[in-house]
Nanobody
Framework: QVQLVESGGGLVQPGGSLKLSCTAS????????MGWFRQAPGKDREFVAS????????NYGDFVAGRFTISRDDAKTTLYLQMNNLRLEDAAVYYC?????????????WGRGTQVTVSS
């Protein structure tokens, strides 16, 4: 089991930027795909973006509209989410998740989340 920890959340004004990180204790992430999800109070969990871990090909939720970029480091230890031009509706707890080799179609490994607050 992979132990995931998110970081990089904080308070920003509308139009600002944040870069989130997701790391695994113990070094290299042995996953098929990594993803970012978010959840605001009273709302369902929402898909943000995902990344094929080896090919580095990404896909995004429709709401992103070019504002977010998902990536990883060359050592395959860290997942990133660069968020630009943040909107009020982007405020949420952001979670990273992984698809493990033994269950490559399921988001079976999750972090605890990092809070993103967008406020003027």
């Amino acid at each position: 089991q992979v132990q995931l920890v998110e970081s990089g959340g904080g308070l920003v004004q509308p139009g600002g930027s944040l870069k989130l990180s997701c790391t695994a204790s113990g070094g290299t992430l042995n996953v098929v795909r990594m993803g970012w999800f978010r959840q605001a109070p009273g709302k369902d969990r929402e898909f943000v973006a995902s990344l094929h871990w080896l090919r580095r090909s990404g896909n995004y939720g429709d709401f992103v509209a070019g504002r977010f970029t998902i990536s990883r480091d060359d050592a395959k230890t860290t997942l990133y989410l660069q968020m630009n031009n943040l909107r009020l509706e982007d405020a949420a707890v952001y979670y990273c998740a992984g698809r493990l080799p033994d269950a490559p179609t399921e988001w079976s490994c999750w972090g605890r989340g990092t809070q993103v607050t967008v406020s003027s």
